[in-house]
């Protein structure tokens, strides 16, 4: 299975920008992740659209989109289980808020956002991701996600930067 993990996307005006860089880069995947800030839902419906999406809300993201997503999401995939959080909140940094959502579950790894800061790590034996953003770098100097590979027993984790 190959699965594309995108976060903060923070689309507004830019759907038709957004469609063609998910027709170019994420149609060939399995499954697409996004752990939340679409902040439009043109941008969620769009993945939606795609029939392989599995995603959660973002701080940043209208009611209409919260209404239609939850804020924590657990997949399983080949006798490994994905959490899914967006990192929003107010005490711990991001990575530590994304870790602590998941404590009273059994995840493998836990794909995160929040930050716009790619990072791929371990914590405690959990495989931490977070794939940065797609489209809105902020301070980063790339846009970036991530691709996640599980095949024969097998977890690869690519990340991938662009201009």
Known sequence: MKIAIISDTHINKQIEGFKEMIEFHFLEFDMIIHAGDYHHEGALRLLQATGKFIGVWGNADSEEVKKKLNEKEIIEIADLRIGV???HGTK??????AFDTFQEDTVDIIVFGHSHQPLVQTKKGVLMLNPG??????????FSYIVLEIKEGEVVVEM????
């Open 92 to 97: 711990k940094t991001t990575i530590e808020r």
């Open 85 to 87: 959080f967006h990192g």
């Open 160 to 163: 991938k930067f662009r201009h």
């Open 133 to 142: 953003s797609f489209t809105n770098k902020r301070r980063e100097r790339w």
